[in-house]
Structures are given as structure tokens and as C-alpha cells.
């Protein structure tokens, strides 16, 4: 059933388009005969770009992993108070975005910042396509602006690292090493109800990973604070671990490709990928040069610009 879904929104997505199409000829042909205004026509013309554009950056979503919810993870950079704003900032704007595309978003591990802001945040982010449109926002996003937590009114550059992964469903085979992993539990932190402070309900979870391919070992660190259930965050603290594994062997994919590939921009973690100057009205990233003077409407999550431009980039060079 759900693959027949899948093919049923593309069906869809044609019939959208042949029917706009096939208006904005008879509106062209109304117009010679005096029938229907210019604007109109322009009206109907609209309408049939917008279909093919956005059936066109949907055919660029084509890796298995594209059509997954993801996990998006936020983390401040060094500068304290400024840069834990930031991160603050970033999170609203990507809770925004999803809110604005009906997608369902859940909080699992936050950790407010010293003064304000936060240090870390990981969200949840679950809809058709949300890992592939929000992949490309892997990376380092920088902010300069005159900061209100100086005194001097100076001007301050600071930085917060944004990390995606897919969200791995059980239709995914994963292999996860039961002898690998520890648990710790904790008290959620926080203000709220009688339980919150009062049972262990949060979670830690330590996986020690042994990358297959070069033999490096590394520790998986995971907090989940979902829910008052110790039970229901162990699974979600599970999940997210399948996620991050299953990451890591696509990134793998991807650089075996790009040897292949010649020219191709690898997708990196600590990459500078955007930069937002408020004093100058600008956000730029810097791998598509793609940019708007529109800042306040990024920070309110109309980031769709960026995401398209980034997508018709990176699916240009996989042709």
C-alpha cells in the first residue's frame, strides 16, 4: 500500500500538470479570440509554472532515503551566549518551515543555553520528503549581526552546527550490535507536572561503533526526554541510533560516488554552508550562490529558495 501511495502522487502530480498545461492553452487561445484578459492568461500561466516546478524538484528526490522523515539536530557554536541565540534562532525557523509544510515535529533532547538560547536541540521532523528537503541543510550556518548581548553594540559573528538525518522506519534493515550498547537513565529536567523531576524517565544511550570500513571506533551518544515513558524513550532513543547508522553508511555510498564522480560538492559535516548578515539584509549559501535580501521571511522558515536551489544543483550533477 505504500509504494502504491507513492505511485499514486506521481499519477497525481502528472494529471495537476496536464490539466494546467492544457488551461493555459485554451486561456492562450480565448485570449487571440478577445475572450479572457492578459492577465488572465498570466494568471493560468502561474498556476501551470508552479505544477511543473515543484513535480520537477520532486523528481530530484530520488535516493531511498529522500522520501524519509528526518532527524534534524542543532548544536551552538563556541561563543557562548551569542551563539547559543543563534542555535535558538535556527530552531524556530526550522520548526516554522515545518509548520508552514503541515509536517509533524516532535522535541526529543533539549538543552537551554547558560544565559539564553540553547546549546543543543534534536527534532523530529516526520512528512513526505522531509529528509530530502531538508538534507542539503547539513552543516554550519553562520550569523553576523550587531549583537544585543553587547554592551558595545559591536558587531558579532557566530556560528551553530546543524546536523539531518533520515529517520529510519522498520522497512530499512539496520544492523544494530545488542552487546554494543549501554544505557543510563535519568530525570528530565525541567519545569512541569509532579512526575517530570520526581521519576527517571530520561534516557542515554552509548552504542560503541566500529566503522567497517576503516575500522575506527567511535562513541554514540543519545539523550531522549520525549516522553514521561521510560520505555517509549528507549525506542525513540533506539530509533534515532538507526537513523544515525543508517546515515553513515549512506554517506559512505556517497563517497565511494564522488571518487567516481569527478567535480561532485560532497555533502560534509563543519562545512560553512549559509551565512545571514542582518545589517546588510542578506542570506547566502555559499555552495549555490543562491540568495535573498528577505531576512526576516528566512528566519520565519521561508526557506524553500535555498532548498529548491540546492536540490536542482546536486541533482545536476548526478546526471
Not at 534493515?173 to 552487546?179: G, I, L, R, S
Request: glycine share 6%; with cysteine.
Amino acid at each position: 500500500m505504500k509504494k502504491v501511495k507513492s505511485l499514486q502522487k506521481w499519477i497525481d502530480g502528472y494529471n495537476e500538470v496536464k490539466t494546467l498545461a492544457d488551461e493555459l492553452s485554451l486561456a492562450v487561445d480565448f485570449h487571440k479570440d478577445q475572450l479572457v484578459t492578459e492577465a488572465e492568461v498570466d494568471e493560468a500561466y502561474r498556476k501551470a509554472l508552479e505544477a511543473v516546478e515543484s513535480l520537477e524538484l520532486k523528481n530530484m528526490l530520488r535516493e531511498e532515503a529522500d522520501q524519509m522523515a528526518c532527524v534534524l539536530k542543532i548544536n551552538s557554536g563556541a561563543g557562548g551566549t551569542e551563539s547559543q541565540d543563534w542555535a535558538s534562532m535556527l530552531m524556530r525557523m526550522y520548526m516554522r518551515w515545518a509548520e508552514m509544510h503541515h509536517y509533524k515535529l516532535a522535541i526529543s533532547n533539549l538543552q537551554d543555553g547558560d544565559e539564553a538560547g540553547i546549546k543543543t536541540v534534536t527534532m523530529e521532523i516526520e512528512g513526505d520528503y522531509a529528509y530530502g528537503y531538508l538534507k542539503g541543510e547539513n552543516g554550519v550556518h553562520r550569523l553576523v549581526r550587531v549583537s544585543p548581548f553587547n554592551a558595545q553594540g559591536k558587531r558579532m559573528t557566530s556560528f551553530a552546527s546543524v546536523f539531518v538525518t533520515p529517520l529510519v522506519d522498520d522497512t530499512i534493515e539496520v544492523n544494530v550490535q545488542p552487546a554494543c550498547i549501554s544505557w543510563d537513565t535519568f530525570r528530565s529536567g525541567g519545569a512541569g507536572g509532579q512526575n517530570v523531576n520526581k521519576v527517571e524517565s530520561g534516557v542515554r544511550l552509548r552504542y560503541q561503533y566500529k566503522d567497517p570500513y576503516t575500522g575506527e571506533e567511535e562513541e554514540i551518544l543519545i539523550e531522549n526526554t520525549e516522553t514521561r515513558d521510560q520505555p517509549k524513550n528507549k525506542e525513540n532513543a533506539l530509533r534515532q541510533l538507526r537513523s544515525i547508522l543508517y546515515d553513515k553508511e549512506m554517506k559512505h555510498r556517497m563517497a565511494e560516488q564522488a571518487k567516481v564522480e569527478a567535480g561532485k560538492k560532497k555533502i560534509e559535516w563543519g562545512s560553512q554552508i549559509r551565512s545571514y548578515v542582518f545589517d546588510d539584509r542578506r542570506v547566502k549559501d555559499h555552495r549555490t550562490n543562491y540568495q535573498t535580501s528577505d531576512v526576516n521571511a528566512v528566519m520565519n522558515g521561508e526557506i524553500d529558495g535555498f532548498i529548491k536551489a540546492y536540490l536542482m544543483e546536486f541533482a545536476g550533477k548526478n546526471e
